[in-house]
T-cell receptor, first 115, second 114 residues
Framework: GAGVSQTPSNKVTEKGKYVELRCDPI?????LYWYRQSLGQGPEFLIY????????DSGLPNDRFFAVRPEGSVSTLKIQRTERGDSAVYLC?????????????FGEGSWLTVV | QKEVEQNSGPLSVPEGAIASLNCTYS??????FFWYRQYSGKSPELIMS????GDKEDGRFTAQLNKASQYVSLLIRDSQPSDSATYLC??????????????FGTGTRLKVLA
C-alpha cells in the first residue's frame, strides 16, 4: 500500500480481555517495528521484525505481549489479559530494510483504551 | 542514563525567531540520526535525517551532528505558529541481533507564539 495501515484505529476493551492490533506495512518494506506511546512520552520500542522473524523483541514489557509476522508482510500485535496500564497508542512503522540509515515511516496508530 | 535524552519543554519562541532543539544519545556506535515532528493526536513524520558530523540544511531546518559529543540538534529558522508540535529525536542503535532499531527520545514540545 501507499502508506503504513493500522487497524483498528480505536479500540476500547475491558480489563482482562484479549486484543489484536494489525499493521500492514508499505509494500516492499521488509523491516517492521512496533512502538507504544503514552501521553507526553516518546515512542517506546517494543519489537522489530526483519522479514518473518523477530530480530529484536527486547522491548516487549512482559509475556502478555506477543507479535507475529507469518508471511513477512502484515503483522499482528497480541495483548493477553489486558490491564489499564496497557492503554496507549500503539504505533507501527516500516522501512525498506533493517540497514542503518533507512527512514522509518509510521502508521496513524491504534489507540487502545482498557477500562 | 536514558539512551536518547531530550528536554521535554515546552520551549516557547516568538514567531520569526530561531528555535533550537537538542538531543544527546548514549551509544557511541550510532550512525544515523533523525528528527520527527508530531502534532497532537497524529503520528510522527520525518523532518530530517543526518549521518555525518556537521550541519545539514533543508529549507528552514538545519540539523547539526557532533558524534564526539554524542549530540544532535535541530534549528528551525523563521519559526511559524504551524511549527508548534512535539519534536522527537531518534537514533539508530544496533540491537542484540546485530540489526538496527530506532530509539526515540521523549520529545520536546515547541510553542511558537504569534
Amino acid at each position: 500500500g501507499a502508506g503504513v495501515s493500522q487497524t483498528p484505529s480505536n479500540k476500547v476493551t475491558e480489563k482482562g480481555k484479549y486484543v489484536e492490533l494489525r499493521c500492514d506495512p508499505i509494500s516492499g518494506h521488509t523491516a517492521l517495528y512496533w512502538y507504544r506511546q503514552s501521553l507526553g512520552q516518546g515512542p517506546e520500542f517494543l519489537i522489530y521484525f526483519q522479514g518473518t522473524g523477530a530480530a529484536d523483541d527486547s522491548g516487549l514489557p512482559n509475556d502478555r505481549f506477543f507479535a507475529v509476522r507469518p508471511e513477512g508482510s502484515v503483522s499482528t500485535l497480541k495483548i493477553q489479559r489486558t490491564e489499564r496500564g496497557d492503554s496507549a497508542v500503539y504505533l507501527c512503522a516500516s522501512s525498506r530494510d533493517g540497514i542503518s540509515g533507512n527512514t522509518i515511516y509510521f502508521g496513524e496508530g491504534s489507540w487502545l483504551t482498557v477500562v | 542514563q536514558k539512551e536518547v535524552e531530550q528536554n521535554s519543554g515546552p520551549l516557547s519562541v516568538p514567531e520569526g525567531a530561531i528555535a533550537s532543539l537538542n538531543c544527546t544519545y548514549s551509544d557511541r556506535g550510532s550512525q544515523s540520526f533523525f528528527w520527527y515532528r508530531q502534532y497532537s493526536g497524529k503520528s510522527p513524520e520525518l523532518i530530517m535525517s543526518i549521518y555525518s558530523n556537521g550541519d545539514k540544511e533543508d529549507g528552514r531546518f538545519t540539523a547539526q551532528l557532533n558524534k564526539a559529543s554524542q549530540y544532535v540538534s535541530l534549528l528551525i529558522r523563521d519559526s511559524q505558529p504551524s511549527d508548534s508540535a512535539t519534536y522527537l529525536c531518534a537514533v539508530n542503535m544496533i540491537s542484540y541481533s546485530g540489526t538496527y532499531k530506532y530509539i526515540f527520545g521523549t520529545g520536546t514540545r515547541l510553542k511558537v507564539l504569534a
